[in-house]
């Protein structure tokens, strides 16, 4: 976990100016130890101290919307896998009194007892008189500016006092959380910046940041639970969720005790136990980002984060620190390609129209091509002779014109293999040109135009994968950076120069890099998005 990202721990709480300008603009999970022990809440509902009593007292004729769930003690945020029915608060307090009672020296004590109060009216004896353990009180609203009529504890609004730091917000909702058994709510974010506070009880909140969200596999962005994990973290199955075997090292946990509040920011996801009979209240409010964020601004802002993140999932296949690196090891040690193979070997794989015998080792040699050189060049022409008849080659080669797709080839004669893996390492093409130095790519380039332009031309138009195409042009662009602005011109001339029909060349690796880019955008669709390219995931 980045230290940037670790949560904070503060037992003074902040003030409004410090919470927004230290904490709140860092997207980072903070701690506030005792930051509602002030509240009336705090010592009047306490269960251990009349709490059930006077909480019936204030609300008990209310009826609430309860989560009931044959999962319990995992409660999915999933519609598909619990109901929300009506249930008086009595009735709630009710369960919660017949899981307790007060020891003799006035501690309390769980008791292994289930049961519902006396049937007082018509919503008793409903599906949770056999199971009270599956009833969850979660997000019952005490506020909601955005749906008034769905209020169910306002009364309880005036027990609540609203942290310092959170009086310039712009509430959404403040809701109540109460369980009467253990409960674990399933991995999710919020669409809003969140302070939990544990007004009775204990729980234990583990948090992942939002660039950890690849790893949980979200649910589909189109769906209902969109906002959820949809990997049971209790019983995993990594050869269903690969990614997920590295998700707790991303994780934190926290432990908040009663009078404790943990800030959540938008977007974290986070997986919440809490001990039997515990009491929270949470605050939601919108974030300066969003409150920001302009309706007519959505598709422009939607494009930039898409765009963001193919980019670094490129990157990811292709490490710029990575390259730098097998460049630097590579050009001293000359440990990359095969060998084995004799300059009468690269003679044979050669057209007809190409250098024979001696005089190949002798244009070599005139290009002072250092020994890895000829071993890329060696495996270049091997690899398109591998898969292009040579006598085929000697014929005039059909090549794509800059109206149809590059990887379309109409001349059945030659047999074209594009590898399809994203990744360089399963590439043969790709991990050459990965493995060598810009300038040294460019002399095997410049060996190429000069002795065998017709290879050079089939592996370009015929044998170039989009991951090849992406290394390559990387490849380029440092190469640019290396020589001079003439030598520059002076090599794309030759290099292209030995091309019939240079705009195919062109077309090609543009098409290349776009279908590697495409497979980069399908990756982030399915890590962040949950969304298979080939269509909905059976189930969803």
């Known amino acids: 976990m980045e230290s940037a990202l670790r949560v904070r721990s503060l037992n003074e709480v902040p003030s409004a100016g410090d ?38 007292e204030r609300v008990g004729l209310c009826v609430v919307e309860a ?103 712009v509430l959404v909702a403040i809701n109540l959380w109460m369980n009467n058994a253990q409960a674990r709510s399933s991995t999710h974010y919020d669409p809003h910046h969140n302070l939990l506070c544990v007004v009775s009880g204990c729980k234990q909140v583990v948090l992942w940041p939002p660039s950890a969200s690849s790893m949980l596999y979200p649910m589909p962005i189109y769906g209902e639970a969109s906002n959820h994990s ?35 920011p938008e977007g974290w996801f986070h997986q919440v136990d809490s001990d039997d009979l515990t009491i929270a209240v949470n605050f939601w409010w919108r974030s300066n980002v969003t409150l920001n964020m302009s309706e007519h601004m959505d598709a422009y802002y939607l494009r930039i984060i898409l765009r963001r993140l193919t980019d670094r999932e490129m990157d990811r296949v292709l ?128 060996a190429m135009v000069e002795n065998f332009p017709r290879t050079l031309e089939a592996l370009i138009l015929h044998l170039l994968s989009p991951v090849g195409a992406e290394v390559l042009t990387r490849k380029f662009d440092r190469m640019d950076q290396l020589i001079t602005e003439e030598e520059r011109d002076r090599f794309y001339q030759a290099f292209y120069g030995a091309f019939d029909d240079q705009f195919a060349a062109m077309d090609a690796i543009l098409k290349g890099k776009e279908l590697f880019a495409l497979q980069a955008y399908k990756n982030v669709l399915d890590k962040y998005l949950g969304v298979d390219w080939r269509g909905p995931k059976p189930g969803v």
């Open 230 to 264: 949809s990997v049971p973290l209790e019983n995993p199955n990594f050869s269903n969720y690969p990614r997920a075997q590295c998700l707790m090292e991303h994780s934190q946990k926290v432990i908040l005790q009663a009078g404790d509040a943990l800030f959540i």
């Open 19 to 56: 919470f927004a300008s230290g904490i709140e603009s860092t997207n980072v999970p903070a701690v506030f130890s005792g930051c509602v022990k002030d509240w009336k809440a705090f010592s009047n509902w306490n269960p251990c101290n009349g709490g059930l009593d006077y909480l019936q």
């Open 319 to 446: 490490p710029i620190a990575s390259l730098a690196q097998m460049e630097n090891m590579n050009r001293h040690t000359g440990i990359v390609l095969k060998k084995g193979q004799n300059d009468n070997g690269l003679d044979q794989a050669c057209e007809g129209n190409d250098l024979k015998g001696k005089e190949v080792e002798q244009r070599f040699m005139s290009h002072a091509l250092e020994p890895l050189a000829v071993l890329a060049l060696h495996e270049l022409v091997s690899l398109v002779h591998g898969h292009v008849n040579a006598a085929e080659l000697r014929q005039p080669m059909q090549s794509a014109s800059t109206t149809a797709p590059a990887v379309s080839v109409n001349d059945e004669r030659i047999k074209v293999v594009r590898p399809s893996s994203f990744g360089w390492e399963d590439d043969p093409v790709a991990k050459i040109f990965w493995t060598l130095h810009p300038i040294t790519l460019k002399n095997v380039f410049l």
């Open 67 to 169: 989560m009931l769930s044959d999962s319990a003690p995992v409660f999915y945020g999933d519609i598909r896998s619990h109901e929300r029915v009506p249930l008086p608060f009595s009735a709630f307090i009710g369960l919660c009194k017949k899981r307790m009672h007060h020891s003799e020296d006035g501690s309390c004590v769980k008791s292994d007892r289930h049961g519902l109060p006396e049937a007082s009216s018509e919503y008793d004896s409903k599906p949770y008189e056999d199971a009270p353990h599956q009833i969850y009180l979660a997000q019952v609203p005490i506020i909601n500016t955005e749906t008034e009529e769905r209020v169910q504890l306002g009364s309880l609004r005036e027990d609540i006092q609203t942290p310092v730091f959170l009086e310039d917000k």
